[in-house]
């Protein structure tokens, strides 16, 4: 007899311990929202670009901006001539965002267009390896 309720006991304190995780499970999902997505994560304030328009339509380059890069990169690489559409210096150039001493950033800086996004998507920039991170407007 002693054996038949410790089982049952058993199973009782299993039951009672899957509910409390499925209690637990629902206010965790019911808090994420209906869309899947983080209710009141910051989402990256980006700076708006100087010009009157941009290259290419803003969500095509924020979604493809490093295969364009990319393939403009490899152009210029095998012709020797810079991109005409898409260049990362006239990218940086409109987008340029200026300090408190009213100079353009570098990529070092927080507030730079590029890392703006990409410090919020854990993303590298490897861009400014190579390439300087501010220029001069002409």
């Known amino acids: ?10 199973i009782a304190l299993v039951l009672f311990l ?13 808090a994420s ?5 983080a209710e009141g994560v910051p989402m990256p304030v980006i700076a708006r670009g100087q010009g009157d328009s941009c290259v290419d339509d803003p969500e095509f380059l924020r979604r493809y901006h490093m295969t364009v890069l ?5 152009k210029a690489q095998l012709t020797g ?5 898409y260049s990362l210096k006239e ?8 300090g408190s001493d009213g100079r353009i950033v570098t990529a070092d800086s927080p507030v730079h267009f590029c890392r703006s996004c990409h410090d919020y998507a854990a993303v590298e920039i490897d861009c400014f390896d190579c390439h300087r991170s501010r220029w001069r407007r002409r």
């Open 33 to 37: 929202g209906d869309e899947g997505g």
């Open 18 to 30: 899957v509910l409390v995780v499925l209690a637990g499970l629902s206010g965790v999902l019911d």
């Open 70 to 74: 990319q393939r403009e990169h490899d």
């Open 81 to 85: 001539l810079p991109g005409e559409k």
């Open 1 to 10: 007899m002693a054996v038949r309720h410790s089982s049952i006991a058993m």
């Open 91 to 98: 990218c940086v150039t409109c987008h340029a965002v200026k």
